[in-house]
């Protein structure tokens, strides 16, 4: 091994939080993993990090040192990648960070596809709804909703997203089914817990209004909004891409939707300046715009809601 080497061992040591788990990642012992740190110290004539048998810990010099090592590191695979793009198929592991919305029902059914049309690319998907610092989390592309402030990232929108009024045709049969907004207040309604999400926007003559529902059930948490709707424990305001495939198999059905006021916003995929030229991240976002470009998920003819 050489320096630049060592720099890739160290680098992974500090991502994987320990000796074993890079030794796994570099096909090494730890043992092997721990001299080569050594080496760099001593070529270095400074302690990098100070080993005990819970953790790891950077010493100052150390955390100068990591910053400047994460960056040739990236520039290394950078010019790496610019000769595999021309000299073969995408490869290495590619890091992924989605929220749990898009991440669980629609991303993850997709990856199989993309797996088998690239045998060479291992993943590593993160599902979280935490804003995460995509340097830090070492990933190489993040797939967000919403509107996103701008920074030191590239974001490339994919699709306008909306959300839904439905219910299940249970909860419909034996409540009836609000024909007009104001019909919600009489309604058992499911509130994903968040400032003004029990203000359910509706379009008028005079412009947008809100009304104000009676949740019934407040979680904070989309999925067991979602199974509570499809049990028939009421009418519930939710993106597409979580109800979608319920709507679609009839397990719910859409409500008020010539006035629901559907407030679109935006799916993008972030990443850092430059990493689109990684083939492995450059094929990646090619199956995003690819796949879901169109809105898959939509519900293109609205389906007639149960009348009473």
Known sequence: MDATSDLRVFVRVLDRGSFSSAA????????????????????????????????????????????????IVADIEEAEAEVMRVRGAPRGTLHINAGTAFGL????????????????????????????DLLEEHADIAVRSGHIPEGPFVQRKIADLQRV?????????QRGT?????????????????????????????????????????TDDAEAALRLAIEGAGIVRMSEVIVGRALRNGELAPLLTDVHHVEPFPLSAIYPVG??????????????????????????????AATR
């Open 178 to 218: 609000p024909k007009i907004a104001a019909d919600l207040r009489q309604h058992d309604c499911i509130v994903v817990a968040g400032p003004g999400l029990d203000r359910w926007p509706f379009q008028t003559r005079a412009g947008v209004d809100v009304v104000e529902v009676r949740p019934r059930v407040t």
């Open 105 to 132: 029902h629609q991303l993850a059914p997709a990856l199989a596809d993309f797996l088998a049309r690239y045998p060479e690319i291992d993943l590593n998907l993160s599902i979280t709804d935490r804003l995460v």
């Open 275 to 304: 990493r689109n030229r990684l083939p492995r991240v450059a094929v990646f976002l090619d199956f995003l715009m690819e796949r879901f470009a169109d809105a898959p998920w939509r519900l293109r003819d609205m389906p007639a």
């Open 24 to 71: 796994k990642d570099l096909g090494l012992t730890p043992s092997a993993v721990s001299k080569l740190v050594s080496r760099l110290e001593d070529r270095l004539g400074a302690r990098l990090l100070e080993r005990s048998t819970r953790r790891l810990v950077l010493t100052p010099e150390g955390e100068g040192f990591l910053a400047r090592a994460r960056r």
């Open 165 to 173: 009024i439905c219910a299940a045709p249970a909860y419909l049969a």
